[in-house]
């Protein structure tokens, strides 16, 4: 993203830039559109549900009841939740082709389709409460994430589809909120048919990505930079980027360094045609404490509870004085997991710890040539794990 700014400013300090990067490619619809017009754009049916959180948040959820293949059949489909990972929105799902966004694939193959977004994101930014211009609206991290919103998201998929089991897909931060919940949530436990792991994050000793470096900087020093509140908005210049910057075609390996910088390079996996969709939706926010807590999860090399910086304020949160860990061995749920060889974000050697912590795990692959992103984007995806995926689903296909 820093790269990105510094490839604009400079394009602005030149002036005009109309011609001197290329032409510009067409620009792709979907980067302007909210998610159910996405979802319509390409002749899929869409719902948009508020989920309100106990805590007070407000999640926009969005469902793709049925795909194009075999619509007619509108009775009970097999359910289907996907959560997306760190800065990110429901619009990963969605954001590639249909023959190649993991929402769409599911829905033609016979999926009732939901999909999540975490708070602070662009399409969950209300509370009851606080606003978000508040402090206290953004006083969370993954912790609220896996106790508040998980569970109030599967609660409401239950009472609208009346089906009380259902498919979990995770990548990145979503893994590990289903970590979190499942191993210390029973009775949402029981609601997971199989938890399907794309990039799975649990600790992050081994990543090499620029990210991992925050947790060098003290947190008072981090809040400095950044304030108490939202951590990377997606804004109008990111859209700017994507459909200005990144959509001329002398452009593209810019870009493209750019976005893997920070996940690991697998370029000529992507579709470059897309970026104006990748960054007309992304970052899509969180909270300054969420990076704060990712920090903490680098330096102390453990995955635990957030540290509320001082042992009377963990007392009043914990009733201890430290932040209790949370044990995935913990969780029983079955679990598929697929990682990248090339990811510094999930790097391999992390996820070599995580694996033998898994008391279900039904099928791991790893995917050498794979980032942190090709799990969502990759033009291959659906030959190297969405079609495994579905394949382990229709095994338990049955409602």
């Known amino acids: 993203m820093w790269l990105l700014l510094a490839v604009t400013s400079m394009i602005s300090a030149i002036g005009g830039a109309h011609g001197l990067f290329g032409k510009l490619v067409p620009k792709s619809p979907e980067a302007n559109m909210n998610i159910s017009q996405m979802i319509n754009y390409w002749g899929y049916p869409s719902e948009e549900y508020d989920v ?3 805590d007070g948040y407000i999640l926009g959820i969005y469902r793709i009841p049925y795909g194009k293949k075999n619509s007619e059949n509108l009775g009970k489909r097999p ?8 800065l990110a929105s429901a619009t990963n ?4 082709l249909p023959n190649n966004s993991l929402a769409f694939i599911l829905a033609d193959a016979g999926y009732d389709v939901w999909l999540g977004n975490s708070r602070g994101n662009t399409w969950s930014r209300r509370n009851l409460y606080y606003s978000p211009d508040s402090v206290e609206f953004w006083a969370f991290s993954f912790d609220e994430m896996a106790k508040y919103d998980l569970p109030a998201t599967i609660d409401l998929i239950v009472q609208k589809t009346g089906q009380e089991k259902m498919h979990y897909v995770g990548h990145s931060q979503g893994t590990t909120i ?4 499942f191993s210390t949530n029973p009775t949402l ?9 794309l990039a799975p994050v649990a600790t992050v000793r081994y990543a090499q990505s620029p990210l991992k470096k925050i947790s060098l900087i003290p947190g008072y020093l981090l809040k400095l930079i950044f304030g108490d ?3 990377m908005p997606h804004n109008f210049f990111d859209q700017f980027l994507g459909t200005e910057v990144c959509s001329r075609e002398l452009m593209d390996r810019v870009c493209s360094d750019a976005l893997f910088i920070m996940c690991g390079f697998d370029r000529k996996n992507l579709n470059v045609s897309r970026f104006d969709v990748y960054l007309g939706h992304n970052p899509a926010g969180t909270s300054v404490q969420d990076i704060l807590h990712w920090a903490q999860v680098a330096r102390t090399g453990r995955l635990q509870a957030f540290n509320w910086g001082s042992p009377f304020q963990n007392l009043l949160h914990y009733k201890q004085r430290t932040p209790p860990d949370y044990d995935v061995s913990d969780m029983t749920v079955p679990i598929a997991v697929w ?5 510094i974000l999930a790097d391999p050697r992390d996820v070599n710890m995580l694996l033998p912590k898994l008391q279900n795990l039904l099928y791991h692959k790893e995917v ?23 394949s382990i689903m229709a095994e338990d296909k049955i409602i």
């Open 79 to 86: 359910v289907v939740f996907l959560q997306h990972g760190l």
């Open 93 to 96: 799902w969605i954001a590639n």
């Open 178 to 181: 289903g970590f979190i919940a």
């Open 52 to 54: 309100v959180t106990e």
């Open 189 to 197: 436990a029981k609601r997971i048919k199989t938890f399907y792991a």
């Open 229 to 231: 509140k939202i951590f």
């Open 368 to 390: 050498l040539p794979y980032n942190h992103l090709d799990f969502i984007w990759a033009m291959d995806a659906p030959q190297e794990v969405y079609n495994e995926m579905v």
């Open 339 to 343: 990682n990248g060889g090339h990811d």
